[in-house]
């Protein structure tokens, strides 16, 4: 385990590697670019010191797939599926969960879920859109105090 210093938790919010379409496989796993730019973000994250202590995401399958990607990468061994993950799911339950989290924790989600959660993190109204996430993007939030976290660094496939 990755203790975090009460005053630098992180949280780092990931929107899920791009997935086939729904006509070319209903559970929508990853597509190969899905794979390949999930691998190219985990290995900035590992070069970058990113060290969650566990990994939750959502049951779709392209979360589960992206999730065990940064696992094996980080090298993180709690990695498991977490309710109210889901894409239309409520942010606000989950932010509220939040306020006592004892570790840097990443967690694997999707559109809307992602953007909706990084406005409820920054105590914007959560139909705001402050944080657009492409597939496979990773953002950083530090907590500013023990329920306001603030947006450090957003990173994409594209820019590294």
Same mark, same amino acid.
């Given at each position: 385990?990755?203790?975090?210093?009460?005053?630098?938790?992180?949280?780092?919010?990931?929107?899920?590697?791009?997935?086939?379409?729904?006509?070319?496989?209903?559970l929508?796993?990853?597509?190969?670019?899905?794979?390949?730019?999930?691998?190219?973000?985990?290995?900035?994250?590992?070069?970058?010191?990113?060290?969650?202590?566990?990994?939750?995401?959502?049951?779709?399958?392209?979360?589960?797939q992206?999730?065990?990607?940064?696992?094996?990468?980080?090298?993180?061994?709690?990695?498991?599926?977490?309710?109210?993950?889901?894409p239309?799911?409520?942010? $606000?339950?989950?932010?509220?969960?939040?306020?006592?989290m004892?570790?840097?924790?990443?967690? $694997?989600?999707?559109?809307?879920?992602?953007? /909706?959660?990084?406005?409820?993190?920054?105590?914007?109204?959560?139909?705001?859109?402050p $944080?657009?996430?492409?597939?496979?993007? $990773?953002?950083?939030?530090?907590?500013? /105090?023990?329920?306001?976290?603030?947006?450090e660094?957003?990173?994409?496939?594209?820019?590294?």
């Amino acid at each position: 385990m990755r203790p975090a210093d009460k005053k630098n938790r992180r949280l780092y919010l990931v929107r899920h590697g791009a997935a086939v379409s729904e006509t070319e496989n209903p559970l929508r796993p990853l597509s190969e670019k899905g794979k390949s730019d999930t691998v190219r973000i985990a290995e900035h994250l590992r070069e970058i010191n990113v060290l969650p202590s566990e990994i939750w995401h959502s049951s779709k399958l392209r979360a589960t797939q992206t999730a065990d990607i940064l696992k094996d990468a980080l090298n993180v061994k709690k990695c498991f599926e977490k309710n109210g993950l889901l894409p239309n799911d409520d942010p $606000v339950k989950l932010a509220a969960f939040l306020t006592d989290m004892p570790n840097n924790i990443m967690i $694997v989600s999707h559109i809307p879920f992602v953007e /909706r959660f990084a406005c409820v993190l920054s105590g914007k109204n959560k139909n705001l859109k402050p $944080v657009s996430f492409d597939v496979s993007s $990773v953002a950083c939030f530090g907590r500013e /105090r023990r329920d306001r976290w603030k947006l450090e660094w957003l990173i994409a496939p594209a820019i590294i």
